[in-house]
């Protein structure tokens, strides 16, 4: 099972509303991906920053238990990785610095570039937290097949699209990416939630944690009928094997609190 999912520059990105899906390369422990602007073509690396004031070989990523390392072959300048789900935290690689550990499960890495800074991302959906993994006996620890963390935004997503059929089970309706904005936005954590905010975790959780095979059903159709069916299926999954449950609308802002004009939920 993969440690760590590089998604690499490109037009294509979770959340976007292109049908193609986003080049990603998977990493399981021990595994290494080099990244910078390659030999000419790129060769070379697998991560490929084609900005000219990137170094051929600027660094390298190494997946470890459930988390990575980044190693800055740069003699000058440091490398930063942000923590998409923080309120702008972010750790500073220095120059020459190996195997410097990354906790972030969602992350950015940054290299100054000539263009102004050249990016990628980076997903740990793996992380461990305490379960099984913790009881004696020895032997290979118990991998969660669906490690959510309670904590984070896209629990937070997932939480409201299974409100109204947490509430009622006979309830069919699932609420839309702006209905999820709306319910979402009183939070003091996602006063800056926007609707390609939403579609990005619902894109996280439904490829990389979930790891749903939605094949057919978002390959054709409209682009309301293909994220319509991935977020029935993330909702069906979710509550079939109780990773979302009643103790979790606590997690939620009281019903009727804060309402957005329709304007500001198609932000």
């Not at 490929?48 to 990137?54: A, F, S």
């Not at 991302?121 to 009881?135: I, N, T």
């Not at 975790?201 to 994220?227: N, S």
């Amino acid at each position: 099972m993969e440690t760590i999912i590089v998604q690499l520059p490109g037009p294509t990105q979770w959340g976007a509303d292109e049908t193609g899906r986003p080049d990603l390369i998977h990493l399981g422990p021990g595994d290494i991906a080099d990244f910078g602007r390659g030999t000419p073509g790129g060769a070379g690396v697998r991560i490929v920053l084609t900005d000219p004031g990137i170094s051929r070989r600027a660094g390298q990523l190494e997946a470890a238990g459930d988390y990575w390392r980044l190693s800055n072959f740069s003699r000058s300048v440091s490398y930063v990785v942000e923590n998409l789900e923080g309120a702008g935290e972010y750790l500073t690689v220095a120059p020459g610095r190996l195997g410097a550990p990354v906790p972030f499960e969602f992350s950015r890495v940054v290299l100054p570039a000539l263009s102004g800074t050249a990016t990628f991302k980076v997903f740990a959906p793996q992380h461990a937290y305490l379960g099984e993994q913790s009881a004696p006996g020895g032997g290979e620890q118990t991998v969660h097949p669906f490690a959510l963390d309670p904590t984070s935004k896209y629990f937070l997503v997932l939480v409201a699209l299974c409100e109204p059929r947490l509430r009622d089970p006979s309830d069919t309706a699932l609420p839309g990416v702006g209905q999820i904005v709306e319910r979402l936005r009183p939070l003091e954590s996602c006063r800056d939630l926007t609707r390609s905010a939403v579609n990005y975790h619902i894109d996280y959780l439904a490829f990389a944690k979930l790891r749903l095979d939605l094949g057919e059903e978002t390959a054709t159709g409209a682009d309301g009928g293909r994220t319509g069916a991935k977020r029935s299926r993330l909702a069906s999954v979710a509550l079939r094997f109780g990773l979302v449950r009643e103790e979790h609308l606590g997690l939620l802002p009281s019903r009727g609190a804060g309402r957005l004009t329709p304007q500001e939920a198609d932000a």
